[in-house]
């Protein structure tokens, strides 16, 4: 059973435009929500999160937005450049578990074109 | 500061093998966490090690297993190998739960299982 899911395998933006990636999850106990960048070859890079608690986080260009009733969150890259095409993969985390493990999804792979 | 190492980089072994990798935690980061990248199924968590002991374990069958040593360093054991084991393996440390669930990733030990 995913608990977190990526359901959009790969997404084309122009230079300048607006990329969203969107990320849907099950359980409603997780508490944090991450964004990571991975490009060939390189571990995944930490971008931005959010906590539960919150519906937005902006951190320069990314922006990630909760909507905790539905259950989705969406990572906002404004605008788009060339070097952001890579494989994004969304996280998520439960703090009272005692772990820290994170749940990720399968990725989405970004292409921005010039 | 140094980012998290893992050793070696690639490496090819034959099936019915086993192998050793190797991962060096960020200085201060007691959680060590280790998952498997495969095409189309994302990362997928092997197990946690904190302060040399095992707080989770993933889906995975008993030849994959790891210990993590008083420095933090950890290594991760797969024995008699399967085509099917042939994966991205990553190594992430973090400061460890309610200090810091933010994951910071090695680049990675590419085994090809021949």
């Known amino acids: 059973d995913q608990q977190v899911k990526q359901n959009s395998p790969s997404l084309s933006v122009q230079e300048g435009r607006i990329s969203i990636l969107n990320c849907d999850y099950t359980n409603s106990m997780f508490d944090y929500f991450l964004w990571y960048k991975k490009y060939p070859a390189e571990g995944p890079t930490f971008l931005i999160s959010?906590?539960?608690?919150?519906d937005k986080n902006e951190d320069g260009r990314f922006t990630v937005f909760l909507n905790k009733s539905a259950k989705h969150l969406s990572l906002h890259i404004v605008p788009s450049q060339p070097g952001d095409s890579a494989v994004y993969f969304c996280a998520a985390i439960k703090m009272n578990s005692g772990y820290s493990t994170l749940t990720f999804g399968k990725g989405t792979m970004l292409l921005v074109s010039p | 500061k140094a980012g998290v190492t893992q050793t070696p980089r690639y490496l090819i072994k034959t099936r019915g093998q086993q192998v050793t990798l190797s991962c060096s935690p960020i200085?201060?980061?007691?959680?060590v966490s280790w998952y498997q990248q495969t095409p189309g199924q994302g990362l997928q968590f092997l197990f946690e090690?904190?302060?040399?002991?095992?707080?989770n374990k993933g889906n995975f069958p008993g030849r994959f297993s790891g210990r993590q040593f008083s420095n933090s360093r950890s290594e991760m054991n797969v024995s008699t190998l399967e085509l099917g084991d042939s994966a991205l393996y990553l190594c992430?440390?973090?400061?460890?739960?309610?200090?810091?669930?933010?994951?910071?990733f090695g680049p990675g030990t590419r085994l090809t299982v021949l």
């Open positions: 959010i906590s539960s608690i919150k």
């Open positions: 090690y904190f302060s040399e002991t095992q707080r």
């Open positions: 200085s201060g980061h007691r959680s």
């Open positions: 992430a440390s973090s400061l460890g739960w309610r200090e810091g669930y933010e994951q910071f």
